[in-house]
């Protein structure tokens, strides 16, 4: 249909001028005449294709699919929780992290809508992000667990996405997040506990509107967190589609 507007529109443009016929010029040779019809075919083509990546010649780039830069990303996936009520005051020590199970079906869930999109093609969004879990660690956020401990999580949460990076045939574009939320863990020291959080992560879009994001978060308690029992790691896989 596109091709089709062009063809009309160059016959109606080299017809008519401001309403009216104009008489060929036969004065010319067509040689001559032929710099003004590309220059015309020109303004169409950047008419009806300013969406599409095109040659003046018409034709289309050959080019990767094109992820939109503004649009409401959905994320449904998994998280793992590093909770044993130490990490904060011995963050260096490995041996003392506790996983949290990985639940099934999915349980962690969020959406960000676009803001702004700035001059280097960063583009930021804010959102709603939560999740649950459950832990059997013997030892969650400063107390003794002997049984399932279960952890509810919803933040509000602010994300940069950066310029996405080709890699291997894919566009990945990593981003970072901030923002501050609630937990709630029903074996702790502290139960319930307003945090702030920053993480890493990114996106491998796999296809224009499809994607896989993994992302680290931090959650840091904000009323006792010198205490350490109310800061602790999250790991998230996510699918994403962005509308």
Do not use: C
Request: glycine content about 10%; hydrophobic content about 40%; proline content about 5%.
């Amino acid at each position: 249909m596109r091709f089709i507007l062009i063809i009309f529109l160059t016959a109606v443009f080299s017809l008519t001028a401001f309403g009216q016929v104009e008489t060929p010029d036969t004065s010319r040779s067509a040689a001559e005449q032929a710099p003004e019809a590309a220059q015309l075919l020109n303004v169409i083509i950047d008419t009806v294709y300013k969406d599409l990546p095109v040659n003046k010649d018409g034709a289309l780039k050959p080019s990767k699919f094109q992820i939109p830069v503004l649009g409401i990303d959905v994320r449904w996936g998994w998280s793992i929780v590093s909770d044993d009520g130490t990490f904060f005051l011995n963050p260096l020590v490995l041996g003392n992290w506790q996983n949290v199970t990985v639940r099934t079906p999915p349980t962690s869930f969020s959406v960000h809508f676009p803001y702004r999109v700035s001059k280097t093609g960063s583009s930021s969004q804010i959102g709603v992000q939560s999740f649950y879990s459950a832990s059997e660690a013997p030892w969650i956020a400063g107390e003794r667990n002997y049984g399932v401990a279960h952890y509810y999580g919803i933040n509000a949460d602010f994300r940069t996405n950066f310029r996405k990076l080709q890699w291997l045939g894919n566009i990945f574009s990593p981003h970072i997040n901030y923002g501050l939320g609630y937990t709630y863990r029903s074996v702790a020291l502290h139960k319930h506990e307003p945090i702030v959080h920053l993480g890493l992560g990114g996106t491998a879009w796999l296809t224009k509107r499809w994607g896989i994001t993994l992302a680290g978060t931090g959650h840091f308690g904000t009323l006792h967190a010198w205490s350490g029992y109310t800061s602790y790691l999250q790991a998230n896989l996510y699918g994403v589609y962005r509308f």
